[in-house]
């Protein structure tokens, strides 16, 4: 039976409590000491810097839970200090493992996907132990994975980042926009959001040259020194300029912001005052110019994308990307700005004329999945930030606004745990009130989405491979089909250690009609793809009959799988499975190759056809995640 969900706190009593159910002791000056300098005098200080600030410029805890959801005793009071994470103005209902939880996924983004643990334990403050029982919890739910000590970033966690993006429309809606443009053009394209008084990316659509010139996906990046900056800050209120005031004094070097380089001196008031006349301006304009503010030679121009029928709030910004040495500032705007023009107001035609997605599925079984982690990993296992993480997949498409009853239902948590899990989102700048409803915030792109937009299928089928490769004890591959379309070539491989074994490295290409990964391939490309000419013997096993080979290639497409006989090689015997993507088309093969006399080809099929489908499974799963709102090269 799953274990049942922990009694929540009533609001009003004590503290929150760990896994164990004791109070979270307060961290003494000592410890507060510890992690300050941790931050200030490790390489890894500029990374911390965001950690904290996202608490320090999180929302104001309990205040925006609607009335009437909200059971009598009125907004929490400021909690204790927690053990090694930003406590200023802290509710005493919020879920201090959660906090902890967000910190450690933040730490490993601006790591860009991979730290130690000790590496984590350095840059969070958390003791050794706290560290440890948050990866194993990550890694339960498929977050994380470990590589000796280290920890990495699994694709799994972008599903976060994907509530956000399918909540929010915008990238589906306006991508291909962006993407013809791009091509229009031959120069980047990015979308932007805004965050507070940052921008946040949505969407890329990069050209491949030796001089690239993109972001990532869900990179922060200051308002002032960007061309969508001026164009949002047209919209802020009088606490917006202060907030962002505040945090130009707090760091005038812009440490926090990772994805930019750090300015060589701090900032003054003039340059205050030159961002405030550049939002002026482009108030007046109706765009935007960066000329070399984030680094020499990179110029952008932007123009606001509008949300119909809201008295012209900027929904996102349009900017395209260029260099000097193809485009000055002033030539982005008297060459490429009428067409950028052109595509934005395609763009928000789009807006205008698409109405609201129905709800799709929400997640299941959510909460008796983490019970019955609970009930199996034991204090290992720690339940609350697991069921914490679970109420941000509660929103998606067609469900961009949530009440707490409704993300209670959608989890299957007691709504008192809803309830504790936004409060602390809330204070933690991951979800915004409005009204009795809550919305996620670009913030939840900072919880893993940049490092993991720039993944690629070899990297996402590594750790597969190396796992099917322990249970199997044989050597695994992944390859995909050339241009041609007559050769494969190979892209990941984890080899087994025998005195025997299949000699292939990565970057290796092999006849795609006598290889089981070649004829996985070859079942789902367009027919003609392989000359009958191109068919020779390479041992007297060897199809090489073009209707023969035909033949073959149905029977692969009906069972799934290609099984090769000494085709390619005398004594080689091999079997492979396909990896498709979201639509469903053939991107790449999985395989495993070993010597005819290791297992019979009966054996192949019993004994190793499971285990290659079941790992293909979870390669794919991963694979349609990360290409849910970003492109995953296959090479």
């Given amino acids: 039976m799953p274990a ?9 009593s004590a503290p929150p409590a760990d896994e164990t159910g004791s109070p979270v002791e307060a961290t003494t000056a000592s410890g507060a000491r510890r992690v300050t300098a941790a931050r200030t005098v490790t390489p890894a200080a500029r990374r911390g810097a965001t950690a904290a600030q996202s608490a320090r410029k999180g929302g104001s805890g309990a205040g925006g839970v609607p009335a009437e959801d909200v059971p009598s005793g009125g907004v929490p009071a400021e909690g204790v200090p927690a053990e090694g994470v930003p406590t200023e103005g802290v509710p005493a209902e919020a879920v201090t493992p959660l906090i902890r939880g967000i910190a450690v996924l933040q730490e490993l983004t601006e790591a860009n996907g991979t730290l130690s643990l000790s590496g984590l334990e350095r840059a969070t403050g958390l003791a050794r132990s706290t560290v440890d029982r948050i990866t194993a919890t990550l890694a339960r739910m498929g977050y994380v994975r470990f590589d000796g000590r280290d920890v990495h970033l699994s694709p799994r966690l972008m599903e976060l980042g994907n509530a956000y993006m399918s909540a929010l429309r915008l990238p589906a809606l306006l991508s291909p926009h962006a993407d013809a443009l791009a091509d229009e053009l031959d120069e980047s394209v990015s979308l932007a959001v805004a965050d507070r008084d940052g921008i946040r990316f949505i969407h890329q ?3 491949r040259r030796a001089m690239s010139l993109s972001f990532r996906i869900g990179d922060l990046l200051p308002a002032e020194r960007t061309a969508p900056g001026p164009l949002f800050a047209t919209q802020w209120t009088a606490a917006d300029w202060q907030r962002w005031r505040d945090r130009r004094a707090a760091d005038p070097r812009d440490l926090s912001f990772t994805a930019v380089p750090p300015r ?10 030159t961002f405030a006349r550049r939002t002026e301006q482009a108030s007046a304009d109706g765009w935007s110019l960066d000329d070399q503010l984030i680094e020499p030679g990179l110029v952008a121009i932007s123009v606001p994308v509008r949300t119909p029928g809201t008295n012209g709030r900027i929904a996102s910004v349009a900017s395209v990307v260029s260099h000097t040495s193809r485009h000055t500032a002033h030539n982005l705007r008297t060459t490429l700005l ?18 609201p997605p129905e709800p799709g599925p929400p997640p299941s079984d959510l909460a008796l999945w983490t019970g019955a982690s609970k009930q199996q990993l034991g204090r290992e296992f720690i339940e609350s930030l697991a069921r914490g993480l679970t109420v941000l997949t509660a929103f998606g498409e067609g469900r961009p606004e949530l009440t707490l009853t409704e993300v209670a239902r959608a989890t299957g948590l007691a709504r008192a745990t809803a309830r504790r899990a936004l409060i602390t989102y809330e204070h933690l700048g991951l979800v915004a009130p409005a009204g009795r409803t809550f919305t996620l915030t670009p913030r939840v792109l900072s ?3 940049p490092p993991l937009s720039r993944t690629s299928l070899p990297e996402i089928a590594q750790p597969h491979l190396a796992d099917l490769t322990s249970r199997i004890h044989e050597s695994t591959s992944l390859a995909v089909l050339s241009d041609s379309g007559e050769e494969i070539q190979y892209t990941a491989r984890v080899a087994t250690a025998r005195v025997m074994s299949v000699n292939i490295t990565v970057g290796t290409r092999l006849p795609a009609y006598a290889t089981a990964l070649g004829r996985v391939l070859l079942a789902d490309a367009p027919s003609g793809t392989l000359r009958p000419e191109a068919l020779r013997a390479l041992t007297p096993h060897t199809v090489t009959d073009a209707h023969a080979l035909e033949g073959v290639l149905t029977s692969v497409r ?9 085709e390619l090689e005398e004594g080689l015997r091999s079997i492979a499975v396909p990896i498709r993507d979201r639509s469903g088309r053939v991107v790449a093969a999985l395989n495993t190759a070993m010597h005819a006399s290791r297992r019979t080809p009966r054996e192949c099929v019993t004994d190793l056809l499971p285990e290659l489908t079941t790992t293909a499974t979870r390669i794919q799963t991963d694979l349609h995640t990360a290409t849910r709102f970003t492109h995953v090269p296959v090479t």
């Fill in 205 to 207: 659509a990069t050209r």
């Fill in 558 to 566: 009906s069972q799934g799988y290609a099984l090769v006989d000494e």
């Fill in 264 to 273: 060589t001196h701090g900032a003054d008031a003039r340059d205050d005052e």
């Fill in 447 to 449: 919880l893993g989405f």
């Fill in 338 to 355: 009428p067409r950028l023009r052109s595509a934005v107001r395609a763009m928000e035609r789009e807006l205008h004329a698409t109405p």
């Fill in 4 to 12: 049942k969900p922990m009694p929540e706190t009533p609001e009003g």
